[in-house]
């Protein structure tokens, strides 16, 4: 099955620097990589996605980048702020058309970011 | 809050005794999940359904049972089977078969067991 590692699992950075957290995948027909955040005691939160057929997609002050070919994918945030504080868990999956299969995720181990003033 | 609701919030029981979790939703989502969370890892999935009465079960399903009657509900038993049942347990739907859809995560159940 599928397996995805994580890094680092913390990550501290000073409020305005940026965070980049990376997640290696094994499957290589996984074609669906989310990213989600989670506050401390809620629900994981969808924050951006990407899918095989893109290399790289943002949003205001979120990337993410996925490399195919080395089945690697990272998340990149800029202009980090206090609020940015949260752990971050990337996943993977893969489907399609006529598959009949769900959207089965693996999850990373999750990265705990801090956002120091 | 995404149309997902999980009761109740916290949950105490024995070791030994069965215990239910609740899971809804209102999304007419396809796909339901459930995924266990313990500190310092990430989401293990027990079981998912694409379909109602349909059910298959995930990375740990040893221990725990489901059941998808209704499209909107899919309830999580915890069984006595389950050695180390204390956990953070989250429900997520999806809009179903095929390509992968965004999962959207009910606000969890934290269960502890003594």
């Known amino acids: 099955g599928e397996n995805v590692e994580q890094h680092p699992s913390t990550l501290s950075v000073q409020e305005g620097d940026s965070a980049v957290i990376k997640c290696t995948y094994s499957?290589?027909?996984?074609?669906?990589f989310p990213w989600y955040k989670q506050e401390l005691g809620k629900r994981p939160q969808l924050i951006i996605d990407i899918r095989s057929n893109v290399g790289e997609k943002k949003d205001q002050r979120i990337a993410v980048t996925l490399n195919k070919t080395a089945k690697h994918f990272s998340l990149h945030i800029t202009e980090t702020q206090p609020e940015d504080s949260a752990v971050y868990f990337c996943a993977a999956s893969h489907g399609g058309v006529n598959t009949g299969t769900a959207s089965k995720l693996t999850f990373g181990t999750g990265t705990r970011l801090q956002v120091t003033l | 809050d995404g149309g997902i609701t999980q009761s109740p919030k916290y949950l105490f029981r024995k070791e030994g005794q069965n215990v239910t979790l609740s899971c809804e939703q209102n999304l007419n989502h396809d796909a339901m999940y459930w995924y266990r969370q313990d500190p310092g890892q990430g989401l293990r999935l027990i079981y998912y359904?694409?379909?109602?009465?349909?059910?298959q079960k995930g990375d740990i399903a040893e221990g725990y049972s489901v059941s998808r009657e209704k499209k909107e509900s899919f309830p999580l038993t915890v069984t006595s089977a389950q050695k180390n049942p204390t956990a953070f347990y989250l429900c997520?739907?999806?809009?179903?078969?095929?390509?992968?859809?965004?999962?959207?995560f009910g606000p969890g159940t934290r269960l502890t067991v003594t």
């Open positions: 997520a739907s999806s809009t179903g078969q095929g390509y992968p859809y965004e999962q959207y």
């Open positions: 359904s694409q379909i109602v009465n349909d059910f």
């Open positions: 499957d290589s027909a996984s074609n669906y």
